[in-house]
């Protein structure tokens, strides 16, 4: 294989896993709850760094290569922590709708030392809302109100606010940078070492003919 098609291959794969992981966990976060999404994240994330690290690790020698893959590694992070958030946000601007709900249940829950805030919600009109809220539920009590963008259809986990306050723009914006940086680090990791010949061959004369 060619060193352009060898380096198509090689590239294409890593960003492809990168890809793939992050598909996996933008689907989590908009079928299930933040922990759901994290669970996907996580070893997601572990395997597209070690790609990425391999195929950095394989290259033709490379002055200063610590920084395309510096700036490919905080890429990926910020794929991964702000492009989900980008997808379920634009999807509740696509299907959600304006809403006002009340707390009917609140509680915590452990999580690695740290407090994860849950609620269940209702409608004004005493529809329960089957999905637990997406977004924090911190300082929610039973019987506040709050103002949500729901799934009408409840396919998706509520949002807290309103539509208007989906900031879909700069997260779109900022997961296309971190796309493209992504894509430009594993472009320059692509290219592969030079195979290495075998001890004894090189400059070796050829038998003279008799």
């Not at 908009?30 to 195929?55: K, Q």
């Amino acid at each position: 294989m060619s060193v352009v098609g060898s380096a198509v291959l090689r590239g294409g794969v890593v960003f492809g896993v990168a890809v793939l992981g992050f598909a996996f966990a933008a689907a989590g976060y908009l079928w299930w709850d933040t922990s759901g999404a994290a669970l996907i994240l996580v070893p997601g994330l572990i395997v597209a760094l070690v790609a990425l690290g391999w195929l950095y690790r394989s290259r033709r020698p490379l002055r200063f290569k610590g920084v395309p893959l510096a700036f490919g590694v905080l890429a990926l992070f910020c794929l991964n922590l702000v492009g989900v958030v980008a997808v379920r946000d634009i999807a509740m601007t696509w299907v959600g709708v304006d809403a006002e709900a009340v707390v009917e249940r609140a509680w915590t829950t452990q999580s690695r030392s740290s407090d994860i805030h849950h609620c269940t919600l209702r409608l004004s009109d005493g529809t329960p809302i089957p999905r637990e809220l997406a977004t924090n539920c911190e300082g929610s009590e039973r019987g506040d109100t709050m103002r949500l963008v729901i799934d009408p259809r409840g396919r998706f986990a509520p949002v807290g606010g309103s539509k208007a306050d989906l900031s879909t723009v700069g997260e779109s914006r900022v997961t296309a940078v971190a796309a493209l940086v992504l894509l430009g680090s594993v472009a320059i990791g692509s290219v592969p070492d030079k195979p290495r010949r075998a001890a004894g061959s090189v400059g070796r004369p050829r038998a003279a003919r008799r």
